[in-house]
């Protein structure tokens, strides 16, 4: 079977470190996907990765293990607009179609 | 990344009629996907809209309840019919493109609340 596992929520402090986890088993894989969701909102593209190693943009980078089927967010110097859910979404065996986790809400304090 | 304009953005609709949500893209694309999302919830796909062909629909949704329309490579709509107040959800439609290695752009969504 598919399955997406990544933490319901985190909270974290403005101008902190915050890594999200994901673990995946997928049928096949294609890459995976992090995308942002604020609340109400549509999900934006964040980043991608498919070979393994980590990816860095600015304050998000993200890293993935394919032999572990593992990835992590790692978001730097946290704001106050970051707080969102935080969607991890794999390929499988489809070149098109994403497998969707619950994603992680990440709630950030002052 | 492409641009999608979904309308409307919201909604509230009486049991038993049907909405039919639009999303316009301001490029051809060759697939779109119709989602749904239950607050709080992951997304889930209802269907995939391909130009010229039926959709193919995920287990647990069919055409009577949600058909769809895929009349050119820019656009699409969704309908849902006969609602429900089970019917309440955010539908999001969006496209995957090979220049963003398959990765989905959104449109902005659409808020349905069934009374």
Not at chain 1, 4 to 30: H, K, L
Not at chain 2, 34 to 57: D, F, H, K, M, V
Request: net charge neutral; glycine share 8%; proline share 4%.
């Amino acid at each position: 079977g598919q399955n997406i596992d990544q933490p319901t929520e985190m909270t974290a402090t403005e101008g902190a470190i915050v890594q999200i986890n994901c673990t995946y088993q997928t049928s096949g894989f294609n890459g995976l996907f992090w995308y942002q969701q604020h609340a109400g909102e549509a999900p934006t593209f964040l980043s991608y990765n498919v070979l393994d190693g980590l990816e860095e943009k600015g304050r998000f980078s993200s890293f993935l293990s394919r032999s572990k089927g593992y990835s992590y967010l790692l978001l730097k110097e946290l704001q106050m607009k970051d707080s969102a859910s935080y969607l991890c979404a794999p390929k499988g065996d489809s070149n098109y179609q994403l497998i969707w986790g619950a994603g992680t809400k990440l709630i950030i304090k002052p | 990344s492409a641009v999608i304009s979904q309308k409307p953005s919201r909604d509230i609709c009486q049991r038993g009629t049907s909405l039919t949500i639009q999303c316009q893209v301001d490029s051809q694309v060759t697939m779109m996907f119709w989602y749904r999302q239950q607050p709080g919830q992951s997304l889930t796909l209802i269907a995939t809209a391909n130009q010229g062909s039926e959709a193919t629909y995920e287990s647990g949704f069919v055409i009577d309840k949600f058909p769809i329309s895929r009349p050119n490579l820019t656009f699409s709509t969704l309908t849902v019919s006969n609602m429900s107040p089970e019917d309440s959800s955010i539908y999001l439609c969006s496209v995957a493109r090979s220049t963003s290695n398959y990765g989905y752009t959104f449109g902005s969504g659409t808020r349905l609340t069934v009374v």
